[in-house]
């Protein structure tokens, strides 16, 4: 898969953070899915050990969610842990592992946040912009914002606001088990991801891109 190389991953800290504020202009967070024609469907995650970071993308048949593709890249882990800059850490092996897709997926899951994020560039969203592609956060757990616990059963959901802005949505994807986190990457909105992350959920907690993702990433 092609994608252009947007900017260089060697920043500092305060640098990263002045990026995301440029980037996340260019975010487009509500541009609907047409979840009729999407054929392919992919989840990514990364998985760090002994300061190795192995990214893992998986691509799966949409809706039957068979798996017809799994790329996997490695690299020395070049950035701290830092809340918030997630990308910066992630991105250069996520980067290398796209390259090496022969399919291109219609859309990305990513295990991380999109626009729910103080900066508005979450992981979701940061690699949106070089994949120019729809995509999608998926968090297990809450980064920012505000909630009111949704209902027990799968599909309740309840906004996520910060400083008064909803960005995203607590999601319960299983009857009373605890609930994820989904908010627009980019080239998506928020209903419409919801509803592509229920259809890719129909057992586990974690919809099955990103189930497959998180086995294949944690495979050192």
């Known amino acids: 898969m092609n994608l252009p190389h ?3 991953w060697n920043l500092t800290p305060p640098e990263a953070t002045t990026l995301q504020k440029q980037m996340a202009a260019e975010v487009i967070s509500d541009q609907p899915l047409n979840l009729t024609t999407l054929r392919l469907v992919a989840g990514v995650d990364v998985s760090v050990k002994d300061q190795v970071s192995q990214a893992a993308v ?3 048949t949409y ?4 798996v017809v593709e799994t790329v996997r890249a490695d690299a020395p882990t070049p950035f701290p842990y830092i809340p918030g800059l997630l990308s910066f850490r992630e991105g250069p092996v996520l980067e290398e592992a796209f390259r090496k897709l022969q399919h291109e997926p219609d859309v990305f899951i ?3 946040m999109g626009i729910m994020h103080p900066r508005r560039l979450g992981i979701a969203s940061h690699m949106g912009l070089w994949l120019d592609h729809p995509t999608i956060g998926c968090g297990k757990t809450k980064l920012i914002g505000r909630y009111e616990e949704p209902g027990e059963h799968k599909g309740d959901r309840s906004p996520l606001t910060y400083y008064g802005s909803q960005l995203g949505v607590v999601l319960r994807t299983r009857d009373r088990v605890k609930p994820v ?4 990457g980019h ?3 928020l209903n419409t991801a919801v509803e592509l992350i229920l259809a890719c959920t129909p057992r586990y907690r974690l919809p099955e891109p990103i189930r497959q993702a998180h086995n294949a990433a944690g495979k050192f």
């Open 187 to 189: 080239r998506a909105d």
């Open 110 to 112: 990513f295990d991380g």
């Open 181 to 184: 986190y989904i908010s627009v």
């Open 58 to 60: 998986v691509v799966l």
């Open 6 to 8: 947007r900017h260089d």
């Open 63 to 66: 809706p039957e969610l068979e």
